[in-house]
């Protein structure tokens, strides 16, 4: 069964007609194909590029396929039609071709350093044993592994990078090497001038970040997602460690203050960001459309910026191909052009993935 449908297509803004044969475009006529939208600006399908659908609301990981599923299709809803998993504890590789659920970019446990890490998550290896772990996670996601780049030493009492420099660019290495791309948690300025120097692909918060590595990371072609609705909870977390840990609040709201300023930099010189609520644990799913607006009212990009930054562009580096001849049957219909007004994005009028309308 064919689908039709018609409305001004970004980014190249255009009117056209678009045929969904099966989970591909064509631009030419499918006779007999139902036609389900006439009107309005179509997307490529968002993109959460920092999702975790393997851990349950409140943390700990998900009991079975079904859990990951309900959450898949919360994220759906809201127009997501691809995923970057960064990191999960329960492994759903059959989840892969599923019709129902967004298209997906795994990793496959985070590679954490020991009890120092959130609990039953991560793999929690020791700085000799990183280059073989990262190399057995290689083999469990389908083309990323999740590095935790740094957290809290409750010794130290701030926070401190998680592993060796050495050993982080030796797995680093190991990951290019089986093929894999790397995406590394950090917050702290110490641990991110470690992992981007080391080659990671894709840094995840990023809070640390100085001008010199925003420059480097733009040579490099490393990637940014800054997951702003994290972020905003820094207040949270520091005035929950305040008691204990007054050093490491202090450089948590520090690092919250000054992040703003980081996205722009990043994104004016040149870095890709790409948007990731962070859903799973203690962020809710659903929430990509409000991280985007966050991007443009926080760290000022613009707001085909923002779109790119959480359609076409991220479609494009994950290997999730767009609204082109022979491209995935994956897009969203808005009312009104978001490009406009990046609130339309809270509300989606059509929802097809793999040529299927779900919403
Ligand atoms: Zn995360």
Not at 121 to 147: C, F, H, R, S, Y
Not at 322 to 333: I, K, S
Request: glycine share 10%; proline share 6%; charged share 25%.
């Amino acid at each position: 069964m064919a689908i039709h449908v018609r409305g001004v297509v970004l980014p190249d803004d255009e009117v056209r007609d678009l045929w969904l044969v099966g989970d591909r475009v064509t631009l030419d006529p499918v006779p007999g194909a139902e036609t389900v939208s006439t009107t309005g600006f179509i997307l490529p399908g968002l993109v959460d590029a920092h999702c975790h659908i393997g851990i349950r609301p409140g943390g700990g990981p998900i009991a079975d396929l079904a859990e990951a599923k309900t959450l898949a299709a919360i994220d759906r809803a809201a127009g997501v039609l691809a995923i970057r998993d960064a990191g999960s504890p329960y492994r759903y590789p059959q989840l892969d071709d599923d019709p129902d659920v967004p298209r997906l970019a795994r990793a496959g446990r985070h590679v954490a350093p020991v009890r120092r890490y959130l609990k039953d998550i991560g793999v929690e290896v020791t700085d000799d044993d990183l280059p073989a772990t990262v190399a057995e996670q290689a083999k469990l996601g389908n083309g990323w592994v999740k590095l935790v780049g740094d957290w809290i030493d409750r010794d130290a009492g701030d926070l401190a990078p998680a592993f060796d420099p050495d050993r982080v660019a030796e797995a680093i290495d190991v990951a290019h090497a089986a093929g894999v791309r790397v995406a590394v948690h950090t917050f702290s300025e110490a641990a991110v001038a470690t992992m981007v120097r080391a080659g990671v692909d894709s840094v995840e918060h990023g809070t640390g970040l100085s001008l010199d590595l925003i420059d480097e990371m733009a040579r490099r072609g490393t990637t940014l997602t800054p997951t702003m609705i994290n972020i905003q909870r820094f207040d949270e977390i520091a005035a929950q460690a305040e008691p204990k840990f007054p050093g490491y609040a202090a450089h948590m709201r520090a690092l919250r203050a000054g992040f703003p300023a980081v996205v722009r930099a990043a994104h004016e010189a040149g870095v890709r960001i790409h948007v990731g609520s962070d859903a799973g644990g203690g962020i809710a799913h659903g929430m990509a459309a409000r991280e985007m607006l966050l991007l443009h009212e926080l760290a000022g990009m613009a707001p085909l910026s923002v779109l790119r930054a959480g359609s076409w562009g991220a479609r494009e580096w994950l290997g999730f191909p767009g609204l082109v001849e022979g491209g995935l049957a994956d897009l969203v219909v808005y009312d009104r052009d978001p490009r406009e007004d990046l609130a339309v994005l809270l509300d989606p009028t059509r929802i097809v993935l793999r040529g299927r309308v779900v919403g």
